[in-house]
């Protein structure tokens, strides 16, 4: 009987082998029950070795020197990075952009990403300033009460005192 496992331990080892094997893995190797035979080598390179925009750049251009890069596809379309004059330019940094907004699907798909996730990261630094300031508030509220409670108590022993001095005083009058 032959049987077919799929290794998703990422061990290294080839995919080909790993999934049309005659072993039996055990349940710490990675290795499973592939039910519906041996796959083709097409459908593993596919599902093993995915098509990614790295392996498409067919040119790299500095259009202005440290200041914008412009990367060219296998499939003609070209991505521009351009740094801003507060930032510090970097070769890799402006692939690395090229790259992204190739993967995401444009220029436009990559500048919304970008802003929703500076919104997400401007929300998340006015909350902690937030809950700072709350923290801040809540402290000082509770040192004004321990003020309160204690100027209170401080009254209120006066007042025993007090009492019991004219007590004194009226028992040694008698």
């Known amino acids: 009987m032959r049987t077919n496992f799929i290794d998703i331990s990422g061990g290294g080892s080839n995919a080909t082998t790993a999934i049309n094997s005659n072993i039996f ?6 290795m499973f029950l592939n039910p ?6 097409n459908i593993i390179k596919s599902i093993f070795i995915p098509e990614t925009p790295w392996e498409k750049v067919v040119d790299v251009k500095i259009l202005a020197p440290n200041k914008v890069v412009e990367v060219t596809f296998a499939d003609g379309t070209r991505q521009k990075a351009v740094c801003d004059e507060n930032d510090e330019f970097s070769m890799e940094t402006a692939i690395a952009v090229c790259l ?5 699907g444009g220029s ?16 998340k630094l006015a909350r902690e300033e ?17 003020a309160y ?9 006066e007042a025993r005192i007090e009492e ?11």
């Open 25 to 30: 893995g055990d349940r710490t190797s990675g």
């Open 36 to 41: 519906y035979g041996p796959l083709p080598d």
């Open 100 to 104: 992204a907004k190739r993967a995401m």
């Open 108 to 123: 436009a798909v990559y500048n919304k990403a970008v802003k929703k996730a500076m919104k997400v990261y401007e929300d």
């Open 130 to 146: 937030e809950e700072a300031k709350e923290k801040a508030r809540r402290e000082k509220r509770r040192a004004k009460h321990k």
């Open 149 to 157: 409670l204690e100027r209170r108590e401080a009254k209120r022993r």
């Open 164 to 174: 019991m001095a004219e007590a004194y005083r009226r028992a040694l009058k008698d």
